[in-house]
């Protein structure tokens, strides 16, 4: 089992609306949660950070944890064409492990 | 400007050659980490310094060798690769690897292209 799954899409929404990403894994005892950023030949960019079960909100970004069953989604509302790109989730289960990623495309 | 300067950003090299990325953190980081990340395949961390100290080597084949004079500074000295090591090489740091809530900075990245 992969220690951090992403569904890797691509994720097309329309401009306006809500992208949802999802990321599940496998250490029950994570404690730190990330979400990053990368968009096309760029490094990654750290958008979001997440430690305590429930939703943290950061602008248009909205991160929700809940550890019990080992799931930590990305909300990005309003979405803009800006906001095209791959969204990597991380977990520092004592070593920082990184999932797939999922690319979003925002259609204008 | 992610505080964190990878150099050179694009290398071409052959397979005998010998050459050496460099990375430098200007955040007061005591931990630096190289990543590789190839096409359609999640960040894979090879090395990783707290405090000068190497904690972590994922495994990652000799033909690759870290080095860290200092907190500020990490190299990979590359000798001998492959094709396959083609790859997007991502220089990090960090406050401290085994702090809770250890968050980690990327820098812009060094293409290393293998021919």
């Known amino acids: 089992q992969k220690e951090v799954e992403q569904n890797s899409g691509p994720l097309s929404v329309p401009e306006g609306a809500i992208a949802s990403l999802n990321c599940t894994y496998s250490?029950?005892?994570?404690?730190?949660f990330f979400w990053y950023r990368q968009y096309s030949g760029k490094s990654p960019e750290l958008i979001m950070s997440i430690y305590s079960n429930g939703d943290k909100e950061d602008g248009r970004f909205t991160a929700q944890l809940n550890k019990a069953s080992q799931y930590v989604s990305l909300l990005i509302r309003d979405s803009q064409p800006s906001d095209s790109a791959t969204y990597l989730c991380a977990v520092n289960d004592y070593k920082l492990s990184f999932g797939a990623g999922t690319t979003v495309t925002v259609r204008a | 400007e992610t505080g964190v300067t990878q150099t050179p950003r694009h290398l071409v090299m052959g397979m005998t050659n010998k050459k050496s990325l460099k990375c430098e953190q200007h955040l007061g980081h005591n931990a630096m980490y190289w990543y590789k990340q190839s096409a359609k395949k999640p960040l894979e961390l090879m090395f990783v310094?707290?405090?000068?100290?190497?904690?972590e080597n994922n495994s990652v084949p000799s033909r690759f060798s870290p080095e860290c004079p200092n907190s500020s500074h990490l190299f990979l000295h590359l000798h001998t690769l492959q094709p396959e090591d083609s790859a997007l090489y991502l220089c990090a740091s960090s406050q401290d690897f085994r702090a809770e809530g250890n968050t980690i900075y990327f820098g812009e990245g060094s293409w290393l292209t293998v021919v």
């Open positions: 310094y707290n405090f000068k100290e190497q904690t």
């Open positions: 250490d029950r005892g994570s404690q730190s």
